[in-house]
């Protein structure tokens, strides 16, 4: 069947869509047109009606009803790009004024017209080092000039992988020590008389699955009940277990399991998006925006900022910022290739979506203690390479917010947001005990901070009957319940005392974190 030819969209004046360009994917091969009739489906973000403000330490969380009356998209906005993109010939899916999202079909010839650029297939390498066949677009995007200003990005008609999970497995027998997630509850004082009743913590996931026999069997092993566990679809994704034991099911059970161990009574919903930019803020989304609404959102996934488009970006840090103000707490991997975030350019780059200021940054260290009397006899800044070391630095896109002012450290000016904010244990060789595709393995990275943070603000929540939202001005002030880290590096960055760009704020003393929090107010 031939492609039906679209006169309005080709002949439409349209402007240049600012911060869509897309450079040529790494390791790019075996380019061939797209399709022209194949059906794909892409994200488009428009305008706020009014800007979000910035919450402070004591700020109530917003209902989703508040946030779309008064700072989602506007009803002019929606109407001009729903008739202007029907016009076009693209089928409008869904519009959800709260997200300010569209979500828009038509064949690869279409949306290509549309938005004025040419679709591709390719082969390129991803985040991960895999080899992987994709849509493929370089340049920038146009938009129809009648949606100038009021369409802020297009994500999804370049689908290459957007980002890595931020893990390392290794064999139980090859780590020096390794820890449970309930002993690292003993360890790091989590909250007596607590356990995450009433609270959900959700987790985002682009890629694997997890099998109920191995929650079941794993949970079991640790005596404690199998948590609730529900999964999600975006975007035609789902939980697709025993795909990738070293790979991507191994990020899903390890959040699963130590959410589920460190906040048994904690419900859990596991989001699956596929890796691509829209995908992602897709299901950030989608998880924000539930009800009944988490207290935390885990992220285990990310790419160094350079790697994302500037409308990606900042598609993203508005959708964390969103959540903040629902009052959720998103916990975010702060990577795992030290100070240049695996890049090869000599450069230090920080991990994005950690390094928003709406993220909550996890750091990661190497512990040594006794998970029996929860004992620290050393912790240090997990580093076992260039390749293997906690992410941390500043930000080269987003400034330092209010309520961080961190100090200048290696060569690098502090003049960005500084990452991470908080850390806990991530070195493989000190890591975490799990179960995956029916084997015990051993996993660490800050794949497993997020999880144990969000693990942790659940049981805070539970005992403040309160939600913390962006959770950072409350911590920066705090002058209790973190134990600092001072000694080590992930490359660049040395550790020191008080906020440092490796370990942040420290690793929790949860019990004397819950005080500080409840005398605070």
């Not at 008064?70 to 899916?93: K, M, N, P, S």
């Not at 803020?281 to 992220?299: E, G, K």
């Not at 928003?356 to 203690?369: D, F, N, Q, V």
Request: proline residues 8%.
């Amino acid at each position: 069947m031939s492609e039906q030819r679209n006169p309005q969209a080709e002949t439409e004046p349209s402007v240049p869509l600012a911060g869509s360009e897309r450079p040529p994917a790494p390791g790019l091969a075996s380019q061939r047109p797209a399709d022209p009739s194949q059906r794909i489906e892409v994200t488009v973000v428009l305008r706020r009606r009014s800007p979000l403000p910035q919450p402070g330490p004591d700020a109530r969380p917003m209902s989703r009803e508040d946030l779309a009356a008064d700072y989602g998209a506007a009803e002019d906005d929606l109407r001009i790009a729903t008739e202007t993109f029907t016009r076009l010939g693209a089928e409008v899916l869904e519009s959800d004024p709260a997200s300010r999202r569209i979500r828009l079909a038509g064949t690869v010839g279409q949306l290509g017209k549309i938005f004025g650029t040419s679709i591709e297939e390719a082969t390129s390498t991803a985040p991960d080092g895999s080899t992987t066949w994709h849509r493929h677009r370089t340049g920038g995007l146009s938009i129809p000039a009648d949606l100038d200003g009021i369409v802020t990005a297009v994500l999804g008609l370049d689908d290459r992988p957007q980002t890595r999970a931020q893990f390392r497995v290794i064999a139980p027998a090859a780590a020096a020590t390794s820890y449970t997630p309930p002993q690292l509850g003993t360890i790091y004082s989590f909250p007596t008389g607590t356990d995450g009743t009433g609270q959900t913590v959700a987790i985002l996931e682009l890629g694997g699955g997890f099998a109920q026999t191995d929650l079941d069997a794993y949970f079991a092993e640790l005596g404690l009940p199998t948590p609730a566990v529900t999964a999600v679809g975006v975007d035609g994704a789902a939980n697709q277990p025993g795909q990738d034991p070293q790979g991507a099911d191994g990020e899903v059970l390890l959040d699963i399991e130590v959410v589920g161990a460190l906040a048994p009574k904690a419900g859990i919903v596991v989001y699956f998006a596929p890796n691509t930019d829209a995908g992602f803020l897709d299901a950030l989304v989608a998880a924000s925006h539930a009800t009944p609404a988490p207290c935390a959102i885990s992220i285990s996934w990310g790419q160094s900022e350079d790697a994302w488009t500037a409308q990606a970006r900042t598609a993203l840090d508005q959708a964390l910022a969103d959540a903040a103000a629902l009052g959720i707490t998103v916990t975010v991997a702060a990577g795992d290739r030290g100070s240049s975030d695996g890049a090869s350019d000599g450069k230090n780059h920080a991990d994005f979506p950690a390094s928003s200021p709406h993220a909550l940054a996890c750091g990661g260290t190497r512990l040594e203690a006794d998970p029996s009397t929860g004992a620290i006899s050393s912790e240090t800044v997990w580093n076992d390479g260039p390749s293997s070391a906690t992410g941390g630095g500043y930000s080269d896109v987003f400034p330092a917010p209010a309520w961080q002012n961190p100090p200048a450290s290696g060569t690098q000016a502090a003049s960005g947001r500084g990452v991470p904010d908080v850390s806990a244990v991530a070195d493989p060789q000190t890591g975490y005990r799990v179960r995956v595709d029916g084997s015990d393995l051993v996993i660490g990275g800050t794949s497993a901070v997020a999880p144990l943070w969000a693990a942790l603000i659940a049981r805070l929540a539970q005992a403040t009957n309160r939600r913390f939202g962006l959770f950072q001005p409350l911590l920066y002030a705090q002058k209790a319940g973190f134990r600092d880290i001072t000694s080590g590096s992930n490359g660049t960055y040395q550790a020191g005392p008080g906020w440092d760009p490796c370990t942040g704020l420290g690793t929790p003393e949860g019990s004397a974190l819950l005080q500080a929090i409840s005398s605070s107010r």
